[in-house]
């Protein structure tokens, strides 16, 4: 008996210098610079906002700090659908003026490896811009880097909330160097394939609300190739 | 004592390591997809939306009604050109299994056409491109530009039609005949 009340303890103890490892692992770093912007492709950048009130719509299954906006729209309630969440967003340009709308879609991976410092996400984009076209974005986001520094700081503060300043490239995949694969729909985009990559720039985020000063930039290669 | 305790310690560092790795982090519900089986190899797989209980949201367009009513869509120039739609995807036994946008575009000086983007949680995305006008029976077909995961090496027709349709009910019915694309012989 005596045995089992030091090793009980020990055990607890064990797993939670694990898990301690795992959050302040050293060898995980921040994503920052990618190939892409490194390159001398010329390259296009659309911002956005996930904060629920500058966008034009957000749903998820309604247990995310970001709620489901505006006033009315369905939650993605249904098992096929509960860890999926949706964005419609205006896109600007960098001078900010406005030049399309952007849908995403992003559902938890099943490729997710906490044990390797990957919270990944399957995410799409379905981007309609009215002076050049429409484009699709399909990449795999690895959103560890963005829990830790913003989203569990927050939830471990004891008011709830983050204040900083964070920035980081969300984008891992499936392209080889950790970029999206763009593909062109209609317009000056039709048989365009590119790579993007998509980064998030955070200011605030609570835990009642989500995200509350974030921006999200698209920086898409305008070195097109024909799709065949 | 001591000893029996750091052994604990070792046993919660491997019993801790041995969850995360054999457990998954994430688990998609899935559904059977219902396909069938086309005479090329390939298969055709049917799904559909049901209205208006399906559709999340739409932008404003002619006399149509904007879903939810509190939507504020961008007033700029071009913006209010598209028709945007969101929608709950469901598979043939009415279950829902996504969601998908429909974006009908009037580009300036090109063709308007109509854009599907079916998202599956747990199979992968369709991003398929459709002619504007369909033909007699009001079907209209095109084709999938691009895919993902599951969709990834797959090419094929998408073919979309509203049934039952009145102004506000109805069911748009969406049809996807992909198949792999062919190796060469050695």
């Known amino acids: ?228 | 004592m001591i000893r029996t305790f750091s052994i604990g310690i070792l046993l919660g560092i491997a019993l801790a390591a041995g969850l995360l790795y054999f457990i998954p982090a994430v688990d998609q519900h899935r559904e059977a997809s219902m396909i069938s089986v086309l005479p090329n190899g390939g298969n055709a797989e049917t799904f559909h939306i049901n209205l208006p209980e399906d559709q999340l949201l739409s932008s404003p367009s002619g006399t149509g009604e904007v879903i939810p009513g509190g939507l504020e869509w961008p007033q700029e120039s071009g913006l209010a050109d598209a028709q945007t739609g969101l929608y709950k995807l469901r598979n043939r036994n009415d279950i829902v299994v996504g969601v998908a946008s429909r974006v009908t575009t009037a580009d300036s000086g090109n063709d308007s056409a109509v854009e599907w983007t079916l998202h599956l949680p747990a199979r992968g995305s369709i991003y398929a491109m459709l002619q504007s006008t369909g033909d007699a029976s009001g079907v209209r077909a095109g084709s999938m530009l691009a895919g993902t995961r599951e969709f990834a090496n797959l090419h094929g027709s998408v073919r979309e039609s509203f049934l039952d349709a009145t102004d506000e009910t109805g069911r748009i019915e969406l049809v996807a005949a992909l198949a792999g694309h062919l190796e060469e012989a050695p």
């Open chain 1, 1 to 228: 008996m005596k045995y089992l009340i030091a090793l009980l303890p020990g055990m607890l103890v064990g797993a939670a210098l694990f898990l301690m490892l795992l959050y302040h692992n050293p060898f995980v770093g921040n994503p920052t610079v990618s190939p892409l912007l490194v390159s001398d492709q010329q390259l296009i950048e659309l911002s956005y906002s996930p904060v629920p009130a500058e966008s034009i719509a957000v749903t998820n299954n309604g247990e995310a700090p970001a709620q489901p906006s505006p006033d009315g729209i369905d939650e993605l309630w249904e098992p096929g659908v509960r860890k999926t969440r949706v964005l419609v967003t205006p896109l600007a340009d960098v001078r900010g003026d406005l030049v399309g709308i952007g849908i995403k879609f992003s559902s938890d991976s099943e490729t997710t490896r906490l044990l390797n410092a990957e919270a990944m996400v399957d995410s799409v984009w379905h981007i309609w811009m009215p002076e050049r076209g429409s484009l699709f974005i399909d990449q795999t986001e690895n959103l560890w880097p963005y829990l830790r520094h913003v989203v569990m700081p927050a939830r471990l503060s004891s008011s709830d909330n983050w204040r900083g300043t964070w920035f980081g490239t969300t984008t891992a995949g499936p392209g080889a160097l950790g970029t999206a694969r763009v593909t062109g729909g209609s317009g000056q985009f039709a048989g365009f394939v590119s790579e993007a990559i998509e980064s998030v720039n955070a200011g605030a985020w609570t835990v009642d609300g989500g995200p509350a000063a974030l921006n999200g930039t698209l920086t898409i290669a305008l070195s097109a190739q024909t799709a065949d």
